[in-house]
């Protein structure tokens, strides 16, 4: 049996070892709140690759002081942040992986002591404050910040970039109904919701040539928001303009409970994957070896996303290889242990 997990994965001029990805998760780290790579970026990023997952994507990263989530997120609104980047990728690198960022604007959910911005001025929740709706000046300032954090991205040496759109973050704002209130271009039909992104994609490729994801929820909770339909309407679209994958996550958009199990988002991506006709990552409660090739082998999505099992165990790729009784080698320093 040929372990589909443990293939190698071409993307436009970069190929993946393994079909194993880390998901970007949020480490609240950059202690100084400044948006700079610290120590702890560097180990956390660096021991996952030396456990021999294939592509990093580091968290959230703000194309903006104003778009991150938290005053302890990385930035990439300056270009003093590049050479921390291009360290967490040396050490990344430095094991064989690939490493990739994730470039985000929080919008109405960025949990800071300044003014938050969103496409309309409604509040997440009762506990967070209301947004400050962007004029179209804010809109193609936010546009540029993005092309500008892709430039950077390429000069710090990342292999992939990301543009999160999901989680109910700025894009994902633009894209929903739940959330996108605004009688002008940017609002109203989907073609006009789309519209910030597919912007945003396009300011991207003015910078970046080399493979490109967006993250999206897959799914909003909510009887009046997006359907799949517009989700593969939504990926049609990335893919005309050059997308690569879709990462799907779903959830974030507005307050609503949702009750996760073991693989229940790997649906909306195999459904978008057929939709569209676009390659997909699938994200979600996926813990196993046989789980996760599962999901390869019967085309549901051609990559895996990992998040809190990579936190567990930075070596889950070694364990999965066992479980599915692959020779996976490792750091040579640890060949003893394996």
Known sequence: MKHKLFQPYTVRNVTLKNRIVMSPMCMYSSDNQDGYAQPFHLTHYESRAAGQVGLIITEATAVLPEGRISHEDLGIWSDEHIEGLQ????????????????????????????????????????SMKVPTEMTKEDIHRTVEAFREGAGRSK?????????????????????????????????????????????????????????LFVRISGEEYHEDGNTMDDFIYFAREMKSQGVDLIDVSS?????????????????????????????????????????????????RADLVFLARALLRNP????????????????????????
């Open 87 to 126: 360290k967490i990728n040396e050490g990344i690198h430095r094991h064989g992986a690939k490493a990739g960022i994730q470039l985000a604007h929080a919008g109405r959910k960025a949990n800071l002591r300044d003014e938050t911005f969103a496409p309309s001025a409604e509040a997440f929740s009762a």
């Open 155 to 211: 000069k710090a040496g990342f292999d992939v970039i990301e543009l999160h759109g999901a989680h109910g973050y700025l894009i994902n704002q633009f894209l929903s109904p739940l959330t996108n209130k605004r009688e002008d271009e940017y609002g109203g039909t989907r073609e006009n919701r789309y519209r910030f992104l597919s912007e945003a994609i396009e300011a991207v490729k003015q910078e970046w040539d080399g493979p």
């Open 251 to 299: 959830g974030g958009v507005v307050p609503a409970a949702i009750d996760p199990y073991p693989g229940y988002q790997v649906t909306y991506a195999e459904q978008i994957k057929q939709g569209a006709g676009i390659d997909t990552g699938a994200v979600g409660l996926i813990t196993s070896g046989n789980q996760a090739e599962e999901i390869l082998q019967n085309e």
């Open 315 to 338: 070596y889950w790729p070694k364990e999965a290889a066992d479980e599915l009784g692959y020779p996976l080698e490792g750091p040579r320093q640890y060949t003893r242990a394996w």
